[in-house]
Nanobody
């Protein structure tokens, strides 16, 4: 079982930037897909971005393309989400997760380990 510990987040104004980190620990850092999801108030959990083991394939939610960048450092067992040009609609609790398989997926049910969640608040 992989444990994920998140850091980063906070509150910024519209147009600001934040970086989220997600460090893995446990028995093994699996060569798996890593993803970021978010859940706004009263909303369902929503896919944000995902990256494969060698970062050869990356997927983004359309509304964050060009503003968010997912990356990973396998030597540090860490995945990052750089968020630029933030908007109030990006306000949510953000989660990192490890996928069940080796292919990119946008479905939360395809992810087996989750971080504790990090609040991101963007004020107008």
């Amino acid at each position: 079982q992989v444990q994920l510990v998140q850091s980063g987040g906070g509150q910024v104004q519209t147009g600001g930037s934040l970086r989220l980190s997600c460090a893995a620990s446990g028995r093994t850092f699996l060569p798996a897909v890593m993803g970021w999801f978010r859940q706004g108030p009263g909303k369902e959990r929503e896919f944000v971005a995902a990256v494969t083991w060698r970062s050869t394939s990356i997927d983004y939610l359309d509304s964050v393309k060009g503003r968010f960048t997912i990356s990973r450092d396998n030597s540090k067992k860490t995945v990052y989400l750089q968020m630029d040009s933030l908007k109030p609609e990006d306000t949510a609790l953000y989660y990192c997760a490890v996928a069940r398989g080796n292919g990119l997926s946008r479905r939360p049910t395809e992810y087996v380990s989750w971080g504790q969640g990090t609040q991101v608040t963007v004020s107008s």
